[in-house]
């Protein structure tokens, strides 16, 4: 169970801990300064969401912040109990190491990384806003627990490139590469994605409200457990499959549909409209008791 007093407690030790001051814990999280201070006096909770990323930020898990005591955080290593085996503290670092840029737990506004080759690296539980990444190459990128909005991923390359429990707003990603992207427990919202390539992309636990879609082909996309509500149009929908996915409120315009496996989804609400599929996803979405009148069937 969790109390606000104890909560409060909890986040404000953890926070300290991490030496992160309620400003900068409150620019990861997306949040005011105030939100955070009212949490640690015990005047309110965070949502669930925002808990769960806190838990990630701080380094604890969900049971810390319940009415259980807390264990006492093991010692910090010395350095020599982090020294490989066989490494003495005074051997030099090795000759042209590649720098690591580990972008994490910060604010990133208005900045321009726009045809960047080499950051293949960490974003995670940082905001970023209003950022320029066209033409960038950021494959096998990290974005966990983000804030990102508004920015720019035009002509990107984001193949590989792993989004967990961020929030995805009104960016643009036209013409993006994100083969073999995965997507766990995203909001997608107004984001645009015309021309974007998402051959093998994987979504689960993902809300997708009022993208644009458009002439993106999707090949081998899987979506799992995602809620859909917006317009996928003049699109070619092929070797792809949507497990427990809810599109009451989406519309398929001049879409074909080949060899797309659909299973224990929701389409009673969702609009075909001079669409066409082949014989096996014309029967997978009539067992899901889609409206297929507005889909011609392809022999």
């Given at each position: 169970?969790?109390?606000e007093?104890?909560?409060?407690?909890?986040?404000?030790?953890?926070?300290?801990?991490?030496?992160?001051?309620?400003?900068?814990?409150?620019?990861?999280?997306?949040?005011?300064?105030?939100?955070?201070?009212?949490?640690?006096?015990?005047?309110?909770?965070?949502?669930?969401?925002?808990?769960?990323?806190?838990?990630?930020?701080?380094?604890?898990d969900?049971?810390?912040?319940?009415?259980?005591?807390?264990?006492?955080?093991?010692?910090?290593?010395?350095p020599?109990?982090?020294?490989?085996?066989?490494?003495?503290?005074?051997?030099?670092?090795?000759?042209?190491?590649?720098?690591?840029?580990?972008?994490?737990?910060?604010?990133?506004k208005?900045?321009?990384?726009?045809?960047?080759?080499?950051?293949?690296?960490?974003?995670?539980?940082?905001?970023?806003?209003?950022?320029?990444?066209?033409?960038a190459?950021?494959?096998?990128?990290?974005?966990?627990?983000?804030?990102i909005?508004?920015c720019?991923?035009?002509?990107?390359?984001?193949?590989?490139?792993?989004?967990?429990?961020?929030?995805?707003?009104?960016?643009?990603?036209?013409?993006?590469?994100?083969?073999?992207?995965e997507?766990?427990?995203?909001?997608?919202d107004?984001?645009?994605?015309?021309?974007?390539?998402?051959?093998?992309?994987?979504?689960?636990?993902?809300?997708?409200?009022?993208?644009?879609?458009?002439?993106?082909?999707?090949?081998?996309?899987?979506?799992?457990?995602?809620?859909?509500?917006?317009?996928?149009?003049?699109?070619?929908?092929?070797?792809?499959?949507?497990?427990?996915?809810?599109?009451?409120?989406?519309?398929?315009?001049?879409?074909?549909?080949?060899?797309?496996?659909?299973?224990?989804?929701?389409?009673?609400?969702?609009?075909?409209?001079?669409?066409?599929?082949?014989?096996?996803?014309?029967?997978?979405?009539?067992?899901?008791?889609?409206d297929?009148?507005?889909?011609?069937?392809?022999?």
């Amino acid at each position: 169970m969790l109390n606000e007093i104890t909560v409060g407690i909890k986040i404000a030790e953890a926070r300290r801990a991490k030496g992160l001051s309620q400003s900068a814990l409150a620019d990861v999280l997306s949040v005011t300064p105030q939100a955070v201070s009212k949490w640690e006096r015990g005047e309110s909770l965070p949502d669930i969401l925002t808990l769960n990323r806190m838990t990630a930020v701080l380094d604890v898990d969900l049971n810390y912040f319940s009415d259980a005591p807390v264990q006492d955080a093991a010692p910090p290593l010395s350095p020599a109990d982090t020294e490989a085996p066989g490494k003495s503290g005074d051997e030099a670092p090795p000759l042209n190491k590649k720098p690591v840029f580990d972008m994490s737990m910060a604010a990133w506004k208005n900045a321009d990384f726009s045809g960047l080759k080499t950051l293949s690296e960490k974003f995670n539980f940082s905001n970023v806003e209003h950022c320029l990444f066209r033409e960038a190459d950021f494959r096998g990128c990290q974005f966990k627990g983000n804030n990102i909005n508004r920015c720019d991923f035009t002509g990107a390359d984001l193949s590989g490139g792993r989004f967990s429990m961020a929030n995805v707003e009104k960016n643009l990603f036209v013409g993006a590469k994100l083969r073999g992207a995965e997507f766990k427990s995203c909001n997608m919202d107004y984001n645009d994605f015309t021309g974007a390539d998402l051959m093998s992309a994987d979504f689960k636990s993902c809300n997708f409200d009022n993208n644009v879609l458009a002439g993106a082909p999707l090949t081998g996309v899987s979506l799992k457990s995602c809620n859909l509500r917006f317009v996928i149009s003049d699109a070619a929908i092929t070797d792809c499959s949507f497990v427990g996915c809810d599109f009451s409120k989406t519309e398929f315009r001049n879409v074909t549909l080949t060899n797309t496996f659909f299973k224990n989804c929701k389409m009673k609400r969702a609009a075909f409209i001079a669409c066409r599929a082949d014989k096996i996803t014309f029967a997978f979405l009539q067992a899901c008791k889609a409206d297929v009148s507005g889909i011609d069937f392809m022999a």
